[in-house]
């Protein structure tokens, strides 16, 4: 029996600019036929969470791409609508001058090794490029992980409360503001060692709506970022009530990195980007692997 579509499908996504940007047309009713949107606003860890947990109302997320091999089952990738990119990726941060403990720079991943490192989530895809690029570089690990909300990690690393942190979005733009040095670039690293842009979030719907419902939400979620290329001050009230008093030009520079061509329809590339980090994940033991048609959209 075909699915009845819904009249309205309850949606999951950050209150990040990228986010507010993409979803602000077809939020306010604006993408003409496409079924009305009932938000929640939840910051990605969570979102990740209830996908995982079988039990989510939600019909559609924006999740981590590093969650997919836990989720495929259940709910679909979506061609359009995430964030993936180049020169986008997380970074590691420690204190200005000196790296964990006080140690030179010139150590570079060496002086991460037996220090605190906090990142945002375990299920995130900033912590999977980590963990990949530890592999590559610092085969020893780092000494311990800890789990942080986004917003406290860069005042933990220049409290000295931990000795580095993973970060992503914004505070690409704002770290100098806290006095913080990059010490390593996961994005860079990926983008050296496979030349694919970097896959951090998804948009995923449940299967069970069925084909014809997950082709019209593609279709609404594509349009809604195309209305929003094309007008661009009509979304700003929606971007800037929910950028947790950002400054208005650093939300400019979010967008404008986070929403891009791949947002619009991941293409060839995109879906290169995100098999080729969930093989290398999974060969290194940290993803259950993919089926075949894992990625594969109706």
Known sequence: MTPVPPSTLKIAYSPCPNDTFVFDAWAHGRVPGAPRLDVTFADIDLTNGWAESGSSPYDVLKVSYAVLPWILDEY???PCGGALGRGCGPLVLTREPDAPGGT?????PGALTGKTVAVPS?????????RLWTADVLPGGVGNVVVMPFHEIMPAVRDGKVDAG???HEARFTYRDYGLHALADMGAH???TTGLPIPLGAIIARRSLGAETLRRIADAARTSVRMAWDDPVASRPYVMEHAQEM???VADQHIGLYVNEFTADLGEAGYAAVRGLLTRAAAEGLVPPLGPDALAFP
């Open 247 to 249: 400054d208005p030009k």
């Open 190 to 192: 990926w983008e050296d």
């Open 122 to 130: 375990e299920r995130s895809t900033a912590y999977l490029l980590f």
């Open 76 to 78: 679909a990738l979506l």
């Open 104 to 108: 030179s720079q010139a150590e570079g």
């Open 166 to 168: 993973l970060v992503i």
